[in-house]
Structure formats: structure tokens, C-alpha cells
């Protein structure tokens, strides 16, 4: 199934020379430039016991990380970073750091990670009231191994619950924003550029 976001553009104010478009499409790129040095790739060696259970896994997994420290601490999704046997941080410029597994909330399947490495850029967080239905959600992240890349949409819904491999999670953000492999862990910001989420899981409905 395919989904065409129509957007309506009526009233937005016009500068001189730039269309309407033209002021989105800068805004859009401003909040893209703004929030990739604060997006990693996080590589994850497995353990050899994870792979032997499963058959044809990898020997590695890659998917996403946010800097919420300039101290190093990242946040990620858990579910590739409580199996590894040892895990690796690839930060926006190409620095590589090995990177320890400080803590996991299993409540909300987020992972806490720290890098010893100096220049790093922390996220702004939005406010919990910003964050509403209908708000534009720019995704950045690394999916399929593409390192800072960046797509669009929306926030859906609030509040979602989800069951993810037989365990409940309640207060989830919708977005529709296109979510792929290696998404996870990634950051979705609002058009002030500030973090409103975290990629946490896709949902594939049965029959479509």
C-alpha cells in the first residue's frame, strides 16, 4: 500500500524571491543539519550464543543512537545492545569508539550507552506539551546501514501501545515517517529541530 502525504499550503508568510516551498523546503533542511552530529551509528557485534540460537543472524547489527551528553552518554534501542558481545559507535564525522552498555530500561526498551570522545553534540528535548498530533516529525538515522539519512512526516497519534515480541509498551508516539531496518534508536525531531522521540519498533499490520 502506497501513502501520498499531500501537503496544504495556504498562509505561510513568503520572503522575497522564495516561494512557499522554497521557505519549507529550508526550514526542513535547517533541522536536518541542525540534529545529524547528534545522531550515531551503533554497530553491534553479537554474541556467538545469540547467532547459534537464531541460525542465520549476522555477526553484526547496525542501527542508531542519539547524543544526549557532550560527556558521551547515547541513547539507543536496547533490542541489538543487550546481545552484543561488544558494541562500536560511529559518530557523524566518521570517528569510531567502543562503546559501553551502562543501563537498560526494560520498561521502555531504551538502552544507555558511553563513548570516551571529546566534541560531541547533545540534543535539545522538546517540551512534553510541544509534542502533539499533526506535528511535522523529521527522522534521522541510519537505515539499512546509509549512514545520516533523513525523511519526513508526521506525529500520528499519542499514547499508542504496542506489543513487541510478547512485551507490552504503553505511551508510544505514531509517526509516519517511513521506519526501515537499522532505524531503531533514531531521532525524531519537530520543525524546531528539537527531539520529540526515539524510533523504537515498525509496524507491518497482517494482511497488507
Given at each position: 500500500?502506497?501513502?501520498?502525504?499531500?501537503f496544504f499550503l495556504l498562509s505561510l508568510p513568503q520572503g522575497p524571491g522564495d516561494s512557499t516551498l522554497e521557505r519549507i523546503e529550508k526550514e526542513i533542511?535547517?533541522?536536518?543539519?541542525?540534529?545529524?552530529?547528534?545522531?550515531?551509528?551503533?554497530?553491534?557485534?553479537?554474541?556467538?550464543?545469540?547467532?547459534?540460537?537464531?541460525?542465520?543472524?549476522?555477526?553484526?547489527?547496525?542501527?542508531?543512537?542519539?547524543?544526549?551528553?557532550?560527556?558521551?552518554?547515547?541513547?539507543?534501542?536496547?533490542?541489538?545492545?543487550?546481545?552484543?558481545?561488544?558494541?562500536?559507535?560511529?559518530?557523524?564525522?566518521?570517528?569510531?569508539?567502543?562503546?559501553?552498555?551502562?543501563?537498560?530500561?526494560?520498561?521502555?526498551?531504551?538502552?544507555?550507552?558511553?563513548?570516551?570522545?571529546?566534541?560531541?553534540?547533545?540534543?535539545?528535548?522538546?517540551?512534553?506539551?510541544?509534542?502533539?498530533?499533526?506535528?511535522?516529525?523529521?527522522?534521522?538515522?541510519?537505515?539499512?546501514?546509509?549512514?545520516?539519512?533523513?525523511?519526513?512526516?508526521?506525529?500520528?497519534?499519542?499514547?499508542?501501545?504496542?506489543?513487541?515480541?510478547?512485551?507490552?509498551?504503553?505511551?508510544?508516539?505514531?509517526?509516519?515517517?517511513?521506519?526501515?531496518?537499522?532505524?531503531?534508536?533514531?531521532?525524531?525531531?519537530?520543525?524546531?529541530?528539537?527531539?520529540?522521540?526515539?524510533i523504537h519498533s515498525r509496524y507491518i499490520p497482517d494482511g497488507i
Amino acid at each position: 500500500m502506497n501513502v501520498v502525504l499531500v501537503f496544504f499550503l495556504l498562509s505561510l508568510p513568503q520572503g522575497p524571491g522564495d516561494s512557499t516551498l522554497e521557505r519549507i523546503e529550508k526550514e526542513i533542511v535547517a533541522v536536518v543539519d541542525a540534529t545529524r552530529p547528534s545522531v550515531v551509528q551503533v554497530v553491534a557485534e553479537l554474541d556467538d550464543s545469540v547467532k547459534n540460537r537464531f541460525g542465520s543472524m549476522p555477526r553484526s547489527v547496525r542501527f542508531t543512537g542519539i547524543v544526549v551528553a557532550a560527556d558521551g552518554h547515547i541513547l539507543t534501542d536496547c533490542l541489538g545492545a543487550q546481545v552484543a558481545r561488544r558494541l562500536q559507535v560511529v559518530l557523524h564525522d566518521g570517528r569510531r569508539f567502543g562503546a559501553i552498555l551502562k543501563a537498560i530500561d526494560p520498561a521502555t526498551a531504551i538502552a544507555l550507552l558511553k563513548v570516551e570522545a571529546e566534541g560531541l553534540k547533545p540534543v535539545v528535548f522538546a517540551e512534553p506539551e510541544a509534542i502533539r498530533q499533526g506535528t511535522i516529525a523529521v527522522l534521522v538515522s541510519n537505515p539499512a546501514g546509509l549512514a545520516q539519512s533523513s525523511t519526513l512526516g508526521f506525529i500520528s497519534g499519542l499514547n499508542r501501545s504496542i506489543v513487541v515480541g510478547g512485551v507490552r509498551f504503553d505511551d508510544m508516539i505514531h509517526t509516519s515517517a517511513p521506519v526501515q531496518s537499522g532505524d531503531l534508536g533514531g531521532l525524531l525531531a519537530n520543525a524546531r529541530g528539537s527531539v520529540v522521540g526515539m524510533i523504537h519498533s515498525r509496524y507491518i499490520p497482517d494482511g497488507i
